[in-house]
């Protein structure tokens, strides 16, 4: 199984304009997603708030390109209010799971109230944990969580107030790898690039992936290179050596 992450140039867009750039880049980066692959988008990866607008558009991504899809997310209007949400799909464009973004974030609260769906998903027999952007920083969120899960997703639209990315960028990178080594768990970011269309802030482009097993610094995160993707081949066995070696030592927060 492989992790695809991505962090494609996107904009304020109605339709799919988005998702055809995230092709793009998949393409560009020489990635072709096989059915065992998973593929995460970034946060607010569609524009639209209509849940079936949104679910079609996501599905008819993943049987293209054949391969499970953690779909980002989109604010989507219901009875009582919109919510940042986001649906799980299987090659052939099931509905594997749903979530929900818990903290809604900055100017985002003044039209998005709190979801309640924390994101607990199987895939091929693994376990994943989505948190929508801003929740990722919230620690309690994950003791929530029934199960340990083998690999936390994170589809992102980060946001700055500096100058450059380079403040977020150091910040979500060491936030990825301490999470990473925290719950004994493969972190994978999604997030649009820098610099991208918003009209009051920029884009910092903070997607990548964090690998506890690693033992050379320089390969604790790996950013998303500037193509725009990139495929992490996720290696549950030596996860697990990770985790018995963790718990031997007294050293890991979840027991089996």
Request: glycine share 10%; proline share 6%.
């Amino acid at each position: 199984m492989r992790l695809i992450l991505t962090g494609a140039q996107l904009r304020l867009a109605e339709g799919a304009e988005n998702l055809h750039a995230i092709e793009r880049a998949l393409e560009a980066s020489g990635i072709t997603p096989a059915p065992e692959d998973v593929l995460l988008l970034p946060e607010r990866v569609l524009m639209t708030h209509s849940a079936n607008d949104y679910v079609e558009a996501v599905r008819g991504l993943a049987r293209k390109l054949g391969c499970h899809l953690v779909a980002g997310s989109h604010h989507e209007a219901t009875g009582e209010g919109e919510v940042n949400s986001g649906v799980a799909l299987d090659p052939g464009g099931s509905v594997l799971g749903r979530y929900e973004k818990l903290r809604p974030y900055a100017l985002e609260r003044l039209s998005v109230r709190p979801g309640t769906g924390l994101g607990e998903l199987r895939i091929a027999g693994r376990r994943f944990l989505v948190l929508i952007c801003a929740d990722f920083w919230f620690s309690d969120l994950f003791h929530r969580a029934r199960d340990l899960p083998d690999v936390v997703l994170v589809p992102a639209l980060s946001v700055s107030r500096k100058a450059t990315p380079d403040y977020s960028r150091s910040l979500w990178r060491h936030l990825a790898i301490t999470r990473a080594y925290e719950m004994g768990a493969y972190v994978g970011v999604s997030d649009w690039g820098h610099p991208s269309e918003l009209p009051l802030l920029a884009t910092s482009g903070v997607g990548g992936f964090a690998d506890p097993t690693e033992t050379d610094p320089e390969r604790f995160f790996t950013p998303i290179p500037e193509s725009g993707a990139l495929a992490v081949e996720l290696d549950f066995d030596s996860l697990e050596a990770f985790r018995d070696d963790r718990r031997a030592r007294g050293f890991f927060w979840k027991d089996p």
